[in-house]
């Protein structure tokens, strides 16, 4: 997220002082009613000292502004309406009522070179390039900070047309609106899609489309409030976005917590966007969070409201992080040139959908510049653009078949410490693994993965055994980078010969003899089975080869 290079942090919770203090100055509010039921709700605010600066019908949200301090208090007694929260905990600024247009920044000259980083190379977005560098029928939404557009990396693939500033809440779609304000949207977008031009730096779908939603406003401080990311999500739905991208937290606080009735409101609103923009075809893709923190033990807040005064508070799991936490959410871990978990990244049970690079990123910054950073931001936009050449590649694939694709190509990754729980093939560091963008590129079709669970028992220095697999309805042969995940448990893996057998009888050796005295074999081997026409029963064979130790097979899969 931005918090590893702006200055907020991913909040929670309920706070004893979680209502504002009497408002000074004008209050934003969220007025929640039934989808398509605001009238009600519009001439309420009217009467009770309010004023409607937006509003998003579809999703029965209304963006009120009010002076009155018991504004909130009142609405809540309306019929019809559901619930009301104030969207922060300082005033509106003045310059929400006729915002500046960001200007437009000079340039430096081009780069004379394009090396290939590293962390294209650790998720095989460099060998993609030469299958499939994304389409330009698919429209990657970055909603952040806004991006220079006039970047010689970034003005290839940009999409004025469908780019805006949803700053404040209200989507503006003037030329320039979208321009970046900070450095962060910028530097996200080039790890997406920036221009293989033979300049500067590749994304790793340097052939589709991207578009600025600027969420954030006032520079300096960069803040992204709920009725900006409500704006932000409506527009992706409304301007028919392949991918989201979304590395940030919605301000002020790090986590908002279900029985605050502000912090409910701005919940319910944001998932309604969310809900709102899958529903419209959008993946939506965000950032775990910097604070390495376990999300699925939720004690302590100590960064909220990060737009007043900071007051400490216990929090529980009912507090989330949004729109990290929403359903539906892909959310992107942080690891190392290493395969480790990032020092500062977010981690937890379920929480975890996929991880990707985020240390030491080198990407694009404003004026033709280019920089490296770190943070879980920079992480989420490398899964955005697999996920942007899965839409390429598959461009009838919905939300959800995207999101599976994602999960069934990752490449396992084991724990790496004791904070670390679950298996190799899913776990709370990583979640399903390490994103793959060459088999994103793949010719299969979403949903191509096929997995045996039955147990089969593996005797003492004996015979082998096999496990088979019946694969369908995959046209043609089966790909150079076949993918075989195995989970064997075994108390001495050194002495197992694990091979693949193919439909024809060919075998492909996957583990002979090795690993030492380790337990189990539980990882993902990549297989150039190109010369197999993929439909067919396969087998995995396994013999143990030495004596005293036992096991068995537990389950594999085949992900064409």
Not at 19 to 42: Q, S
Not at 176 to 192: E, K, L, M, Q
Request: hydrophobic fraction near 40%.
């Amino acid at each position: 997220m931005r918090t590893a290079v702006i200055a907020a942090a991913v909040g929670a919770g309920v706070l004893t002082a979680a209502t504002p203090a009497a408002a000074a100055g004008t209050r934003a509010y969220l007025v929640i009613t039934a989808p398509n039921d605001t009238a009600g709700a519009k001439t309420a605010i009217a009467s009770n000292a309010g004023t409607v600066f937006s509003s998003y019908d579809a999703i029965g949200v209304v963006v009120a502004h009010s002076t009155a301090t018991d504004f909130a208090t009142k609405m809540r007694t309306v019929s019809g309406v559901q619930k009301v929260g104030a969207t922060r905990t300082s005033d509106v600024p003045a310059e929400a009522a006729n915002p500046a247009i960001p200007a437009a920044r000079a340039q430096n000259a081009p780069s004379t070179s394009e090396p290939v980083n590293s962390d294209m190379r650790q998720i095989g977005a460099d060998k993609a390039w030469a299958v499939n560098q994304g389409s330009s029928n698919v429209t990657v939404g970055i909603l952040d900070t806004g991006i220079d557009d006039l970047h010689d990396d970034l003005k290839p693939n940009f999409d004025a047309a469908n780019s805006a500033s949803c700053a404040y809440g209200k989507a503006d779609t003037r030329p320039g609106a979208w321009r970046d304000i900070d450095s962060h949207g910028t530097h996200v977008a080039g790890t997406i899609a920036a221009a293989k031009n033979g300049r500067g730096v590749v994304g790793v779908a340097p052939g589709v489309k991207i578009a600025a939603v600027r969420v954030a406003e006032q520079p300096g401080k960069s803040f992204f409030f709920a009725e900006n990311t409500i704006c932000a999500f409506v527009f992706a739905g409304d301007h028919g976005f392949a991918v989201t991208n979304n590395s940030y937290y919605t301000d002020p606080w790090l986590f908002n917590c279900p029985d605050n009735v502000d912090q409910d409101a701005i919940l319910e609103g944001i998932k309604r966007a969310v809900a709102y923009a899958e529903g419209k075809g959008v993946l939506n893709v965000a950032a775990a969070g910097n604070e390495n923190y376990n999300l699925a033990n939720k004690t302590r807040d100590t960064k909220s409201p990060n737009d007043s005064t900071v007051v400490q508070r216990n929090i529980t799991n009912a507090c989330l992080s949004a729109p990290t936490e929403l359903p539906g959410i892909v959310t992107v871990a942080s690891i190392t040139s290493t395969n480790g978990k990032s020092s500062f990244s977010n981690y937890g049970t379920d929480k975890i959908s996929i991880a990707a690079p985020g240390d030491m990123v080198q990407s694009t910054l404003p004026e033709g510049k280019y920089g490296a950073l770190s943070g879980t931001s920079m992480a989420s936009p490398h899964v955005t653009g697999v996920a942007a050449l899965l839409k390429s590649t598959h461009p009838t694939a919905t939300p959800a078949q995207l999101r599976q694709l994602l999960a069934t190509q990752a490449d396992d990754l084991s724990c790496t410490d004791s904070r670390c729980s679950g298996t190799t093939a899913k776990n709370n560091f990583f979640g399903e693994g390490r994103v793959d963008a060459l088999e994103a590129v793949g010719t299969g079709t979403p949903g191509t993965s096929f997995e045996n669970t039955a147990d089969v028992n593996i005797p003492d220095n004996g015979p082998a055994v096999t496990s088979p697999i019946t694969v369908s309805g995959v046209t043609g042969n089966a790909p150079a980078t076949l993918k075989v995940g195995v989970d064997i448990i075994h108390t001495y893996r050194g002495d197992l010969v694990v091979d693949l057998i193919a439909p024809d009888g060919s075998v492909y050796s996957l583990s002979n003899k090795s690993g030492g005295s380790a337990d189990n074999i539980q990882q993902t081997f990549t297989v150039n089975a190109s010369s197999e026409v993929a439909n067919g029963v396969w087998k995995l064979r396994v013999q143990d080869v030495a004596s005293q130790d036992i096991g068995y097979i537990n389950s594999w899969k085949l992900t064409f």
